[in-house]
């Protein structure tokens, strides 16, 4: 049985800072490629972090960096968003997402088996605003 659950949303002042965080079981999230998600009302959603297995790169989208850290933590099977400098677009329900393969910013993030299909976490939301 596969999981992810996603925790630490909430409401920040714009140039805040929070942290997502994203619990695994059923899989081994060294094993594949692990990444960040957001969507806004009325928008598409859209990449924002990613890790790559395969080849050990991380990726972000143009308009998070310098801000957001996407992190792995191999001995508890969990993955994190540290997200500073916070600003009101960033305003959006976030996912973790676990596949074989996934696309940020134009980049692939490739796991060890490329025939994962996607488990995605059921959503945080984050909302910036004074």
């Known amino acids: 049985q596969v999981q992810l659950v996603e925790s630490g949303g909430g409401l920040v002042q714009p140039g805040g800072s929070l942290r997502l965080s994203c619990a695994a079981s059923?899989?081994?999230?060294?094993?594949?490629?692990i990444g960040w998600f957001r969507q806004a009302p009325g928008k598409e959603r859209e990449g924002v972090s990613c890790?790559?297995?395969?080849?050990?790169?991380?990726y972000y989208a143009d308009s998070v960096k310098g801000r957001f850290t996407m992190s792995r933590d191999n001995a508890k099977n969990t993955m994190s968003l540290q997200m500073n400098s916070l600003k009101p677009e960033d305003t959006a329900v976030y996912y973790c997402?676990?596949?074989?393969?996934?696309?940020?910013?134009?980049?692939?993030?490739?796991?060890?088996?490329?025939?994962?299909?996607?488990?995605w976490g059921q959503g945080t939301q984050v909302t910036v605003s004074s």
């Open positions: 997402v676990v596949a074989g393969s996934t696309v940020v910013g134009g980049m692939v993030c490739r796991g060890r088996d490329l025939r994962k299909p996607a488990s």
């Open positions: 059923g899989f081994t999230l060294d094993y594949h490629a």
């Open positions: 890790i790559s297995s395969s080849d050990g790169r991380t």
